[in-house]
T-cell receptor, first 110, second 110 residues
Framework: AQRVTQPEKLLSVFKGAPVELKCNYS??????LFWYVQYSRQRLQLLLR??SRESIKGFTADLNKGETSFHLKKPFAQEEDSAMYYC????????????FGSGTKLNVKP | NAGVTQTPKFQVLKTGQSMTLQCAQD?????MYWYRQDPGMGLRLIYY???????DKGEVPNGYNVSRLNKREFSLRLESAAPSQTSVYFC?????????FGPGTRLTVL
């Protein structure tokens, strides 16, 4: 079974502090991993995917297959980063299924 | 482009009533999805449709039916609503890896 775990429901940091949102997954094959973000009063939207290895809005995430993790990091948090973040997994054997974690609310304090 | 639209935005039902949630996308995507979002549980896939004329069960299909009316529209039907179906329902569409979400329907079953 595929599972995505985000252990923190709420993460509060001060502006300028580093932030790391944790995501662990369980899947026996080769998954694709994503981070989605939902800002207040906006729709859920894709932030980044592991394959692209991009930095989006200063965020990066590295897939660690040994630890089955895909943590989201940003060295200096901004107030506009405050949002709900969801880690998601797409199985390698079914590109039409997505499994989401329970989400972490990031609160960046001034 | 409107992207993914959902109707209604809010709905209150009594136990045993039926209703259909409507979803439409104007991005010419092949794949469409229905999720439910419950506190502390993230998004869970109810049903998906990989292409016009096909539908498949997701993680939590019990109590729901879907129809892929055409390439644009994907509806979700509750035949006999139960309080356990109180949730926020999201429709999404995708082409390749990125999912585009609708604004959600907040459903309360009394």
């Amino acid at each position: 079974a595929q599972r995505v775990t985000q252990p923190e429901k709420l993460l509060s940091v001060f502006k300028g502090a580093p932030v790391e949102l944790k995501c662990n997954y369980s899947y026996s094959g080769s998954p694709e991993l994503f981070w989605y973000v939902q800002y207040s009063r906006q729709r859920l939207q894709l932030l980044l995917r592991h394959i692209s290895r991009e930095s989006i809005k200063g965020f990066t995430a590295d897939l660690n297959k040994g630890e089955t993790s895909f943590h989201l990091k940003k060295p200096f948090a901004q107030e506009e980063d405050s949002a709900m973040y969801y880690c998601a997994l797409r199985p390698g054997d079914n590109f039409n299924k997505f499994y989401f974690g329970s989400g972490t609310k990031l609160n960046v304090k001034p | 482009n409107a992207g993914v639209t959902q109707t209604p935005k809010f709905q209150v039902l009594k136990t045993g009533q039926s209703m259909t949630l409507q979803c439409a996308q104007d991005m010419n995507h092949n794949s469409m999805y229905w999720y439910r979002q419950d506190p502390g549980m993230g998004l869970r896939l109810i049903y998906y449709s990989a292409s016009e004329g096909t539908t498949d069960k997701g993680e939590v299909p019990n109590g729901y039916n879907v129809s892929r009316l055409n390439k644009r529209e994907f509806s979700l039907r509750l035949e006999s609503a139960a309080p356990s179906q109180t949730s926020v329902y999201f429709c999404a569409s995708s082409e390749r890896y990125e999912q585009f979400f609708g604004p959600g329907t907040r459903l309360t079953v009394l």
